[in-house]
């Protein structure tokens, strides 16, 4: 047991002979901000790889999925109600913190900053629940500013 804790001290003392503490921290700060950078950024512009980094996605389910457990619902028709208004519905919309990214059927992503415009180019039959106001809301409500 001795032999192994001299061996561990030893390694110990020279990786800290060779990376200083302050090094390291200061390599962590840079990975983080440039992390969080990209974070900040992402679906502000329809570029391919910022469309990628977002905070919530939303989408329809098109299937009712034999998984739920139905027996414990008040109401165990209304996963049923809900899949059966949506069954033909294909949008995605994913939410950044300051903007929102669509894609609806085999379309590509749409990204805006003004939400109202992407709701223009949805048709109500494409979003019927409304998971475009849900994002809205939730980035106005949720993600505020001093999260940042």
Sequence with gaps: MARWNKIALGLKNAFISHVRFDRLLAS????SIILYSLVLAGCASPSAPLVNLYLV???????LSPSINTSSHVNPNLTATLVSLTKNTTLEVRTGYFGLCVRYAASG???SRDSVLL???VQPIQDPLDLMGASEQLRDGVMFDGMM
Excluded: D, I, N, P
């Excluded at 962590?28 to 990975?31: A, I, K, S, T, W």
């Excluded at 996605?57 to 299937?63: D, F, I, M, R």
């Design 119 to 121: 709701a223009k180019r």
């Design 109 to 111: 992503w749409e990204c």
């Design 57 to 63: 996605s939303l989408s329809y389910q098109t299937s």
């Design 28 to 31: 962590l700060l840079l990975g």
